[in-house]
């Protein structure tokens, strides 16, 4: 995720605190990974620089100097240009599951095991994920959601080579 | 061997239709107010595991405990009676009597076991309510949607307080929102009532809502929980 894309985004409600951003950041789109204040000064170090933020004011307080940013007209372009931006698809074409299994035929190894072992793993984050999801809001029933289709995906993926087993067998030790 | 406690246990079944071994040497076991989840592809035995535990199907071979009891041996009567008061079925579609209202369908395993008619509909509308379709009583199953008559469905086959609920791909004929809210109230209802679950279902999402699962493969089963 663009954290200066994001913080961007954020400023275009109204000039923030650094402080009050990470709150926003944090209760929005931080969940398991808060961020934390260096990375938070340092972006806006960085943005202001770039000319996509100024500073609307500066309070002195107890501790450091609290610094209000506002978004600049080149900032507002900047965010509008990283949505308008489709992400790149995942290829997921570089898979450890699948250089494991052909490992194991090669080595004559229970392939069958290691995919069986795999979906309960895949299956026990499910449960984790689900029951998260029951007891969360609407944000985090659609950020369950995204990692519960993903693992989903894999899932289907391990079933489908279970069923291939035999062949890809007959493939790699060819 | 039962695994300590089970309250519904097989060992070693054993199931041919013709040439196909539905099942070949299937283990299973579950434990009061637990869900376990029976997954494995189309055609591995799963939907065969499960009409041989509830006692629809008889194994060629093979134990079935439930609560101790071996059911091979119990007459066909009481095995009837199991599948009316102690069994509950949920299935993917078709559960519902279309000449009967909602909540009608719901009262009628307790109509069947000799309920008064005002006691039924007074537990069934308990059960409606739990389920979130208790606006639904006076409707028949040819007026409601899909996700609603499930939910009609789970009532249905909880109004008993079964011990044990058996569950064929519950939302297999559902969108994934419908699918979610069933599996959430079924899941829900069930363990408050401390009734089992045995949830056949070859959807991952589905199964994330059980305890366990149990592989079934060319009919053999795999308890996941005792191998990782």
Same mark, same amino acid.
């Given at each position: 995720?663009?954290?200066?894309?994001?913080?961007?985004?954020?400023?275009?409600?109204?000039?923030?605190?650094?402080?009050?951003?990470?709150?926003?950041?944090?209760?929005?789109?931080?969940?398991?990974?808060?961020?934390?204040?260096?990375?938070?000064?340092?972006?806006?170090?960085?943005?202001?620089?770039?000319?996509?933020?100024?500073?609307?004011?500066?309070?002195?307080?107890?501790?450091?100097?609290?610094?209000?940013?506002?978004?600049?007209?080149?900032?507002?372009?900047?965010?509008?240009?990283? !949505?308008?931006?489709? +992400?790149?698809?995942?290829?997921? $074409?570089?898979? &450890?599951?699948?250089?494991?299994?052909? %490992? =194991?035929?090669?080595?004559?190894?229970?392939?069958?095991?290691?995919?069986?072992?795999?979906?309960?793993?895949?299956?026990?984050?499910?449960?984790?994920?689900?029951?998260?999801?029951?007891?969360?809001?609407?944000?985090?029933?659609?950020?369950?959601?995204?990692? !519960?289709?993903?693992? +989903?995906?894999?899932?289907?993926? $391990?079933?489908? &080579?279970?069923?291939?087993?035999?062949? %890809? =067998?007959?493939?790699?030790?060819? | 061997?039962?695994?300590?406690?089970?309250?519904?246990?097989?060992?070693?079944?054993?199931?041919?239709?013709?040439?196909?071994?539905?099942?070949?040497?299937?283990?299973?076991?579950?434990?009061?107010?637990?869900?376990?989840?029976?997954?494995?592809?189309?055609?591995?035995?799963?939907?065969?595991?499960?009409?041989?535990?509830?006692?629809?199907?008889?194994?060629?071979?093979?134990?079935?405990?439930?609560?101790?009891?071996?059911?091979?041996?119990?007459?066909?009567?009481?095995?009837?009676?199991?599948?009316?008061?102690?069994?509950?079925?949920?299935?993917?579609?078709?559960?519902?009597?279309?000449?009967?209202?909602?909540?009608?369908?719901?009262?009628?395993?307790?109509?069947?076991?000799?309920?008064?008619?005002?006691?039924?509909?007074?537990?069934?509308?308990?059960?409606?309510?739990?389920?979130?379709?208790?606006?639904?009583?006076?409707?028949?199953?040819?007026?409601?949607?899909?996700?609603?008559?499930?939910?009609?469905?789970?009532?249905?086959?909880?109004?008993?307080?079964?011990?044990?609920?058996?569950?064929?791909?519950?939302?297999?004929?559902?969108?994934?929102?419908?699918?979610?809210?069933?599996?959430?109230?079924?899941?829900?209802?069930?363990?408050?009532?401390?009734?089992?679950?045995?949830?056949?279902?070859?959807?991952?999402?589905?199964?994330?809502?059980?305890?366990?699962?149990?592989?079934?493969?060319?009919?053999?089963?795999?308890?996941?929980?005792?191998?990782?």
């Amino acid at each position: 995720m663009s954290i200066g894309h994001t913080l961007l985004g954020l400023l275009e409600s109204g000039p923030r605190h650094g402080y009050d951003l990470k709150r926003a950041f944090d209760e929005k789109f931080g969940h398991d990974r808060p961020l934390h204040y260096g990375q938070v000064y340092s972006t806006m170090s960085r943005l202001l620089k770039n000319g996509l933020v100024e500073v609307d004011g500066i309070e002195a307080g107890e501790g450091p100097e609290r610094k209000r940013y506002a978004i600049t007209e080149a900032g507002v372009t900047d965010v509008q240009r990283w !949505l308008a931006t489709p +992400e790149k698809p995942e290829p997921y $074409l570089q898979s &450890t599951l699948y250089t494991k299994v052909v %490992l =194991a035929l090669l080595t004559h190894r229970d392939a069958a095991e290691i995919l069986d072992t795999q979906r309960s793993e895949h299956l026990r984050m499910m449960r984790i994920l689900t029951d998260r999801k029951r007891k969360g809001d609407l944000a985090d029933q659609l950020i369950c959601d995204h990692a !519960l289709f993903h693992l +989903e995906a894999d899932l289907r993926w $391990l079933e489908l &080579t279970a069923a291939r087993l035999g062949k %890809l =067998a007959e493939a790699v030790v060819r | 061997m039962t695994p300590a406690g089970a309250l519904l246990a097989a060992h070693d079944l054993r199931k041919a239709y013709g040439p196909t071994n539905a099942l070949d040497g299937a283990e299973f076991s579950i434990h009061p107010g637990e869900v376990v989840a029976v997954m494995g592809p189309s055609g591995s035995g799963k939907s065969t595991l499960l009409h041989c535990l509830a006692g629809i199907v008889p194994p060629d071979s093979g134990s079935i405990l439930y609560n101790g009891h071996e059911m091979a041996t119990m007459s066909d009567a009481r095995r009837s009676a199991l599948r009316r008061s102690e069994f509950g079925f949920v299935f993917q579609f078709g559960q519902l009597v279309p000449e009967l209202t909602c909540v009608e369908n719901v009262a009628l395993p307790l109509r069947l076991n000799g309920t008064s008619r005002k006691e039924a509909e007074r537990t069934a509308l308990s059960w409606m309510e739990r389920l979130e379709v208790d606006g639904l009583r006076g409707k028949r199953p040819g007026e409601i949607s899909g996700g609603q008559g499930q939910r009609v469905a789970v009532a249905r086959a909880l109004v008993t307080n079964p011990r044990v609920l058996f569950a064929d791909e519950p939302t297999g004929a559902l969108d994934s929102l419908n699918g979610e809210r069933v599996m959430e109230l079924l899941t829900e209802a069930a363990r408050s009532a401390n009734a089992a679950v045995v949830l056949v279902t070859h959807e991952a999402r589905v199964a994330a809502y059980s305890d366990r699962e149990i592989v079934v493969r060319d009919g053999k089963s795999r308890d996941m929980e005792r191998i990782v």
